[in-house]
């Protein structure tokens, strides 16, 4: 017969498998929906020892709201490399496949959940969120942007945010159409601003310049042509 002899976690690493079997469960059903009993069977230790590391549901939840906060704030780094809109494209599909992983705690983040409206979860949304920012501006290589640059890129966050969690509920529009109408949407975006402000304007024709016909921005344009006609 063989011995199975476990190993004892130490502290830390204790603290992270339990912030990510959390995060697994959030990531399956609405937060409100877990408790820390399921926390502890799917973690295989007892409730009190969960408690012995996080003195309750929403400590765990916040902590395992960083680490997801962390992921999805890495999906909008993109190589500088290739057309622009070829770029937004690649970052569209990682965050629809954040949002898609982890559907039930995304709307709970964004709609409402057992942390929702705490100090320290509202600075994560934000973080993730200057995070695409940050992102989006190194793409289009302005360091200091202007005020309509500004609400252009930060329009378009929101936007991505309330189109993904329109698609949770029923997911009745196919996600890869979603994420080509996004990056659709930024340059619609871009050309509404830009046809009322110069600076705008010049930032628009800098980024539609070595835009291939066949990418996203191309494609826009060419549907639109279609309507006009």
Known sequence: M???????????????????????????????EVSIDD??????????????????????????LKRAAEDLAGRFVEPHEGPLGSRLLRVMRRFFDFVDDHGPGFSALMRGGPAVGSSATNALIDSVRQAAYDQ????????????????VIRSWISLAESTALIWLD?????????EVQLVHDFAALAAVSAAHD????????RMLKDEPGDGPFGELVTRLIALAS
Request: charge should be positive; aromatic fraction near 6%.
């Open 2 to 32: 063989t011995t199975v002899v476990r190993r004892r976690m130490g502290v830390e690493e204790r603290r992270q498998q339990l912030i990510g079997v959390a995060l697994d469960l959030f990531s399956r059903r609405s937060p409100d």
């Open 39 to 64: 926390i502890a069977a799917a973690a295989g230790i007892s409730r009190p020892l969960v408690y012995h590391y996080f003195p309750g549901k929403l400590s765990l939840y916040e902590a395992a």
């Open 136 to 151: 989006i501006l190194s793409h289009l290589g302005v360091p200091d942007p202007p005020a309509r640059l500004e609400l």
């Open 170 to 178: 029923g997911r009745r529009i196919p996600r890869t159409d979603l």
């Open 198 to 205: 110069e600076e705008m304007s010049g930032l628009l024709r």
